[in-house]
Protein backbone atom coordinates (compact mmCIF):
# COMPACT_ATOMS: atom_id res chain seq x y z
CA UNK A 1 0.00 0.00 0.00
CA UNK A 2 1.29 3.63 -0.81
CA UNK A 3 1.46 5.88 1.94
CA UNK A 4 -0.41 8.51 2.14
CA UNK A 5 1.57 11.95 3.05
CA UNK A 6 0.18 13.78 6.00
CA UNK A 7 0.46 17.19 6.25
CA UNK A 8 1.50 17.93 10.20
CA UNK A 9 2.60 21.70 10.21
CA UNK A 10 0.58 23.81 8.09
CA UNK A 11 1.42 27.86 8.59
CA UNK A 12 -0.48 28.89 5.41
CA UNK A 13 -3.01 31.45 7.13
CA UNK A 14 -0.87 32.26 10.26
CA UNK A 15 -0.56 35.88 11.76
CA UNK A 16 2.02 37.38 13.96
CA UNK A 17 -0.29 39.18 16.73
CA UNK A 18 2.86 40.50 19.00
CA UNK A 19 6.91 40.24 18.37
CA UNK A 20 9.41 42.54 20.72
CA UNK A 21 12.79 41.95 20.88
CA UNK A 22 16.30 42.31 23.50
CA UNK A 23 19.35 41.94 22.90
CA UNK A 24 21.48 39.74 25.56
CA UNK A 25 24.92 39.20 26.38
CA UNK A 26 27.06 36.44 28.09
CA UNK A 27 26.10 36.76 31.76
CA UNK A 28 29.58 34.67 32.59
CA UNK A 29 31.55 37.27 30.47
CA UNK A 30 29.45 40.05 32.58
CA UNK A 31 28.03 41.56 29.20
CA UNK A 32 24.91 43.29 29.50
CA UNK A 33 21.53 43.00 29.04
CA UNK A 34 19.22 45.15 27.09
CA UNK A 35 15.24 44.60 27.36
CA UNK A 36 12.73 46.28 25.68
CA UNK A 37 9.60 47.43 27.35
CA UNK A 38 7.16 47.67 24.51
CA UNK A 39 6.33 45.38 21.57
CA UNK A 40 7.99 46.13 18.04
CA UNK A 41 5.67 48.01 15.68
CA UNK A 42 6.26 46.82 12.11
CA UNK A 43 4.57 47.16 8.91
CA UNK A 44 2.90 44.38 7.02
CA UNK A 45 6.26 43.74 4.92
CA UNK A 46 8.27 43.19 7.67
CA UNK A 47 5.82 41.01 9.41
CA UNK A 48 5.76 38.94 6.04
CA UNK A 49 9.71 38.58 6.13
CA UNK A 50 9.69 38.02 9.97
CA UNK A 51 7.29 35.19 9.91
CA UNK A 52 9.27 33.29 6.70
CA UNK A 53 12.41 34.36 9.21
CA UNK A 54 10.68 32.31 12.24
CA UNK A 55 8.59 29.96 10.63
CA UNK A 56 10.74 29.13 7.35
CA UNK A 57 12.76 26.65 9.55
CA UNK A 58 10.19 24.33 11.06
CA UNK A 59 9.30 21.09 8.51
CA UNK A 60 8.87 18.29 10.60
CA UNK A 61 6.67 17.17 13.34
CA UNK A 62 9.64 16.25 15.69
CA UNK A 63 7.93 17.40 18.69
CA UNK A 64 9.03 17.59 22.26
CA UNK A 65 7.61 18.72 26.24
CA UNK A 66 8.14 20.94 28.80
CA UNK A 67 9.37 18.97 31.80
CA UNK A 68 10.68 19.27 34.98
CA UNK A 69 11.02 17.01 38.17
CA UNK A 70 7.81 18.16 40.07
CA UNK A 71 5.76 17.86 36.54
CA UNK A 72 5.86 20.14 33.88
CA UNK A 73 3.86 23.12 35.60
CA UNK A 74 6.59 23.92 37.72
CA UNK A 75 8.74 24.49 34.79
CA UNK A 76 9.45 28.16 34.72
CA UNK A 77 9.04 28.51 30.86
CA UNK A 78 6.16 26.95 30.63
CA UNK A 79 4.77 29.21 33.29
CA UNK A 80 5.86 32.00 31.04
CA UNK A 81 4.32 30.64 28.19
CA UNK A 82 1.11 29.92 30.40
CA UNK A 83 0.70 33.01 31.19
CA UNK A 84 0.47 34.34 27.88
CA UNK A 85 -1.72 31.61 26.34
CA UNK A 86 -3.92 32.70 29.65
CA UNK A 87 -3.75 36.28 29.47
CA UNK A 88 -2.16 37.92 26.53
CA UNK A 89 -1.95 41.19 27.74
CA UNK A 90 0.79 39.60 29.90
CA UNK A 91 2.89 39.12 26.68
CA UNK A 92 5.84 42.19 26.98
CA UNK A 93 6.03 41.16 30.98
CA UNK A 94 6.32 37.16 30.37
CA UNK A 95 8.61 37.75 27.13
CA UNK A 96 11.20 39.77 29.99
CA UNK A 97 10.87 36.87 32.54
CA UNK A 98 11.85 34.62 29.20
CA UNK A 99 14.65 36.59 28.56
CA UNK A 100 15.78 36.88 32.32
CA UNK A 101 15.50 32.80 32.05
CA UNK A 102 17.71 32.86 28.77
CA UNK A 103 20.89 34.97 30.30
CA UNK A 104 20.82 33.20 33.49
CA UNK A 105 21.30 30.00 31.68
CA UNK A 106 24.29 31.56 29.70
CA UNK A 107 26.87 30.47 32.32
CA UNK A 108 29.32 29.31 29.56
CA UNK A 109 32.04 31.10 28.11
CA UNK A 110 31.28 30.29 24.68
CA UNK A 111 27.78 31.40 24.26
CA UNK A 112 27.51 33.73 22.28
CA UNK A 113 25.41 37.46 22.83
CA UNK A 114 22.78 37.48 20.41
CA UNK A 115 18.79 39.26 19.79
CA UNK A 116 16.04 37.15 20.99
CA UNK A 117 12.54 37.59 19.78
CA UNK A 118 9.59 36.63 21.58
CA UNK A 119 6.11 36.40 18.96
CA UNK A 120 3.00 35.16 19.25
CA UNK A 121 1.27 33.89 16.49
CA UNK A 122 -2.68 32.94 15.51
CA UNK A 123 -4.00 30.16 13.22
CA UNK A 124 -1.67 27.62 12.76
CA UNK A 125 -2.33 24.15 11.84
CA UNK A 126 -0.76 21.26 13.92
CA UNK A 127 -1.70 17.85 13.69
CA UNK A 128 -5.15 19.15 12.03
CA UNK A 129 -5.70 21.43 15.12
CA UNK A 130 -6.24 25.45 14.69
CA UNK A 131 -3.74 27.07 17.41
CA UNK A 132 -2.45 29.94 19.03
CA UNK A 133 1.45 29.47 19.28
CA UNK A 134 4.86 31.03 21.01
CA UNK A 135 7.77 31.63 19.73
CA UNK A 136 11.21 32.10 20.91
CA UNK A 137 13.96 32.57 18.12
CA UNK A 138 17.60 33.27 19.23
CA UNK A 139 19.56 35.11 16.43
CA UNK A 140 23.22 34.82 17.36
CA UNK A 141 25.01 35.02 13.52
CA UNK A 142 25.32 38.73 12.32
CA UNK A 143 26.44 39.02 8.33
CA UNK A 144 27.93 41.17 6.13
CA UNK A 145 26.00 43.21 3.38
CA UNK A 146 26.81 45.68 0.28
CA UNK A 147 25.03 48.50 0.77
CA UNK A 148 24.90 51.06 -2.38
CA UNK A 149 24.74 54.78 -1.52
CA UNK A 150 24.20 58.09 -3.05
CA UNK A 151 26.67 60.58 -2.50
CA UNK A 152 27.46 63.96 -4.23
CA UNK A 153 30.26 62.15 -6.29
CA UNK A 154 27.87 59.81 -7.72
CA UNK A 155 27.36 55.97 -5.96
CA UNK A 156 29.51 54.67 -3.14
CA UNK A 157 29.70 51.40 -1.66
CA UNK A 158 29.19 50.68 2.40
CA UNK A 159 29.52 47.48 4.81
CA UNK A 160 26.58 46.90 6.70
CA UNK A 161 25.87 43.88 9.39
CA UNK A 162 22.87 42.78 9.67
CA UNK A 163 20.59 39.40 10.20
CA UNK A 164 20.59 36.76 7.44
CA UNK A 165 16.86 35.84 6.94
CA UNK A 166 17.44 32.35 5.93
CA UNK A 167 19.43 31.53 9.04
CA UNK A 168 17.95 30.97 12.50
CA UNK A 169 20.53 29.80 15.41
CA UNK A 170 18.18 28.55 18.11
CA UNK A 171 14.47 28.71 17.96
CA UNK A 172 11.38 26.98 19.87
CA UNK A 173 7.77 27.26 18.63
CA UNK A 174 5.41 26.31 21.57
CA UNK A 175 1.75 25.54 20.27
CA UNK A 176 -1.27 26.23 22.78
CA UNK A 177 -2.19 22.26 23.24
CA UNK A 178 -1.42 19.65 25.45
CA UNK A 179 -0.63 21.54 28.29
CA UNK A 180 -1.18 19.15 30.77
CA UNK A 181 1.68 17.25 29.31
CA UNK A 182 4.08 20.29 28.88
CA UNK A 183 2.47 21.41 25.43
CA UNK A 184 3.33 20.38 22.50
CA UNK A 185 6.69 22.33 20.91
CA UNK A 186 9.18 22.47 17.78
CA UNK A 187 12.82 23.42 18.65
CA UNK A 188 15.49 24.49 16.30
CA UNK A 189 19.15 24.56 16.93
CA UNK A 190 22.14 24.56 14.43
CA UNK A 191 24.98 25.06 17.24
CA UNK A 192 27.15 22.69 19.32
CA UNK A 193 26.15 20.02 21.76
CA UNK A 194 27.05 22.13 24.53
CA UNK A 195 24.98 24.85 23.33
CA UNK A 196 22.27 22.76 22.68
CA UNK A 197 22.31 21.85 26.34
CA UNK A 198 22.36 25.41 27.26
CA UNK A 199 19.05 26.01 25.07
CA UNK A 200 17.14 22.67 25.14
CA UNK A 201 18.16 21.88 28.76
CA UNK A 202 19.35 24.63 30.83
CA UNK A 203 16.82 27.62 29.41
CA UNK A 204 13.91 25.31 28.53
CA UNK A 205 14.22 22.36 29.99
CA UNK A 206 12.23 19.66 27.33
CA UNK A 207 12.56 16.38 26.64
CA UNK A 208 11.34 14.58 23.46
CA UNK A 209 7.71 13.68 23.06
CA UNK A 210 7.18 9.50 23.03
CA UNK A 211 5.04 9.81 20.16
CA UNK A 212 5.28 7.95 16.61
CA UNK A 213 7.83 10.35 15.51
CA UNK A 214 10.05 9.16 18.93
CA UNK A 215 8.84 5.12 18.48
CA UNK A 216 9.52 5.08 14.35
CA UNK A 217 13.39 6.59 15.67
CA UNK A 218 14.12 5.10 18.23
CA UNK A 219 13.07 1.28 16.34
CA UNK A 220 15.24 2.23 13.58
CA UNK A 221 17.92 3.45 15.73
CA UNK A 222 17.81 0.23 17.67
CA UNK A 223 17.88 -1.86 13.91
CA UNK A 224 20.86 -0.38 13.25
CA UNK A 225 22.71 -1.25 16.02
CA UNK A 226 21.58 -4.02 16.59
CA UNK A 227 23.30 -5.34 12.98
CA UNK A 228 26.37 -3.46 14.18
CA UNK A 229 26.85 -5.19 17.42
CA UNK A 230 24.95 -8.45 17.18
CA UNK A 231 23.97 -9.14 13.80
CA UNK A 232 27.37 -9.38 12.42
CA UNK A 233 30.80 -11.32 11.39
CA UNK A 234 31.64 -12.36 14.82
CA UNK A 235 28.43 -13.75 15.16
CA UNK A 236 29.47 -15.63 12.15
CA UNK A 237 27.19 -13.28 9.84
CA UNK A 238 28.88 -12.27 6.51
CA UNK A 239 28.57 -8.40 5.26
CA UNK A 240 26.06 -8.76 2.44
CA UNK A 241 23.62 -10.37 4.93
CA UNK A 242 24.15 -7.64 7.35
CA UNK A 243 23.45 -5.18 4.59
CA UNK A 244 20.24 -7.26 3.58
CA UNK A 245 18.57 -7.27 7.29
CA UNK A 246 19.32 -3.10 7.19
CA UNK A 247 17.61 -2.95 3.85
CA UNK A 248 14.53 -5.03 5.15
CA UNK A 249 14.69 -2.51 8.05
CA UNK A 250 14.58 0.16 6.28
CA UNK A 251 11.70 -1.03 3.35
CA UNK A 252 9.48 -1.91 6.13
CA UNK A 253 9.20 1.66 7.90
CA UNK A 254 9.25 2.85 3.90
CA UNK A 255 6.24 0.73 3.03
CA UNK A 256 4.18 0.37 5.84
CA UNK A 257 1.74 3.25 7.91
CA UNK A 258 1.70 1.13 10.81
CA UNK A 259 4.77 -0.89 13.13
CA UNK A 260 3.42 -4.33 14.50
CA UNK A 261 6.56 -5.67 16.53
CA UNK A 262 4.58 -9.27 15.64
CA UNK A 263 4.77 -8.47 11.83
CA UNK A 264 8.33 -7.08 11.97
CA UNK A 265 9.71 -10.63 13.36
CA UNK A 266 7.66 -12.47 10.79
CA UNK A 267 8.87 -10.50 7.27
CA UNK A 268 11.76 -8.88 8.71
CA UNK A 269 13.80 -11.30 11.40
CA UNK A 270 12.22 -13.83 10.36
CA UNK A 271 14.84 -17.41 11.67
CA UNK A 272 13.76 -17.80 15.25
CA UNK A 273 17.45 -17.98 16.65
CA UNK A 274 17.43 -13.82 14.83
CA UNK A 275 14.44 -13.12 16.64
CA UNK A 276 15.59 -14.21 20.21
CA UNK A 277 19.00 -12.53 19.46
CA UNK A 278 16.82 -8.95 18.47
CA UNK A 279 14.48 -9.23 22.02
CA UNK A 280 17.51 -9.71 23.92
CA UNK A 281 19.17 -6.95 22.64
CA UNK A 282 16.11 -4.45 22.57
CA UNK A 283 16.02 -5.27 26.13
CA UNK A 284 19.28 -4.21 27.18
CA UNK A 285 18.46 -1.40 24.65
CA UNK A 286 15.93 -0.14 26.31
CA UNK A 287 17.28 -0.55 29.62
CA UNK A 288 20.80 1.53 28.70
CA UNK A 289 19.36 3.98 26.55
CA UNK A 290 16.28 4.49 29.43
CA UNK A 291 13.21 4.02 26.66
CA UNK A 292 10.07 2.30 26.30
CA UNK A 293 9.61 0.88 22.92
CA UNK A 294 6.04 0.20 21.93
CA UNK A 295 5.29 -3.20 20.01
CA UNK A 296 2.25 -1.20 17.48
CA UNK A 297 2.85 2.32 16.56
CA UNK A 298 2.31 4.45 13.83
CA UNK A 299 5.14 5.40 11.45
CA UNK A 300 6.61 8.40 11.02
CA UNK A 301 7.72 9.46 7.54
CA UNK A 302 9.55 11.87 8.38
CA UNK A 303 11.19 9.83 11.19
CA UNK A 304 11.57 6.93 9.23
CA UNK A 305 13.42 9.30 6.27
CA UNK A 306 15.62 11.03 8.40
CA UNK A 307 17.01 7.70 9.67
CA UNK A 308 17.26 5.33 6.50
CA UNK A 309 20.11 7.69 5.42
CA UNK A 310 21.63 6.58 8.85
CA UNK A 311 21.57 2.96 7.40
CA UNK A 312 24.17 2.51 5.20
CA UNK A 313 23.71 -0.59 2.23
CA UNK A 314 27.00 -0.41 0.96
CA UNK A 315 29.85 -2.85 1.10
CA UNK A 316 32.82 -1.39 1.66
CA UNK A 317 36.78 -3.46 0.33
CA UNK A 318 39.89 -1.82 1.24
CA UNK A 319 39.85 2.14 -0.15
CA UNK A 320 39.44 0.45 -3.63
CA UNK A 321 35.31 -0.48 -3.66
CA UNK A 322 32.37 0.89 -1.99
CA UNK A 323 29.38 -1.70 -3.46
CA UNK A 324 25.87 -0.82 -3.14
CA UNK A 325 23.80 -3.47 -2.10
CA UNK A 326 19.82 -2.93 -2.68
CA UNK A 327 18.47 -6.65 -2.50
CA UNK A 328 18.49 -10.49 -2.56
CA UNK A 329 21.67 -11.09 -0.57
CA UNK A 330 21.93 -14.70 -1.88
CA UNK A 331 23.42 -13.29 -5.35
CA UNK A 332 26.36 -12.29 -3.63
CA UNK A 333 28.92 -15.12 -2.63
CA UNK A 334 32.12 -14.86 -0.74
CA UNK A 335 35.47 -16.69 -1.26
CA UNK A 336 39.03 -16.59 -1.44
CA UNK A 337 41.87 -16.72 -4.15
CA UNK A 338 44.15 -19.73 -3.71
CA UNK A 339 46.72 -18.51 -5.53
CA UNK A 340 46.79 -14.87 -3.95
CA UNK A 341 45.08 -15.29 -0.93
CA UNK A 342 43.18 -12.23 -1.27
CA UNK A 343 39.41 -12.38 -0.31
CA UNK A 344 36.86 -11.66 -3.46
CA UNK A 345 33.41 -11.56 -3.83
CA UNK A 346 30.95 -12.65 -6.77
CA UNK A 347 28.06 -10.77 -8.24
CA UNK A 348 25.22 -12.44 -10.07
CA UNK A 349 22.44 -10.92 -12.13
CA UNK A 350 20.62 -11.57 -15.15
CA UNK A 351 21.00 -8.08 -17.42
CA UNK A 352 23.42 -4.73 -16.87
CA UNK A 353 21.70 -1.31 -16.73
Known amino acids: MQKIKKIMLDFANVRLNNVILHKLGN ?39 FFSENGPTENPVYQYVNDIFQNPEHFVQESVNIAQKLYDAGTHPKIKEGDLYVAYFSDLVVDGELVDAVGIFKS ?51 TNKQEAQYWRLDFLGIEQRKDDFYQTQKYMELCKDFVEEVYNEEHEVEKPQQIAMLNKSKNYFKENENFSKQDFEENVLQQPEVIE ?68 YQFFYDKEE
Not at 57 to 63: G, R, S
Open 27 to 65: KSREEDMVLSDKELSVSDSIKELLMQFFLGHFQEENYYN
Open 140 to 190: ETKQDFLQIKASADGLDIVIEEGINLNKIDKACLIYNTESEFGYKLNIIDT
Open 277 to 344: AFNEYKQQYEEEKNVKLEDNFGVSENAAKKQQSKMKSVLKLDKNFHIYIHGDESKVSKGVDPDTGMKY
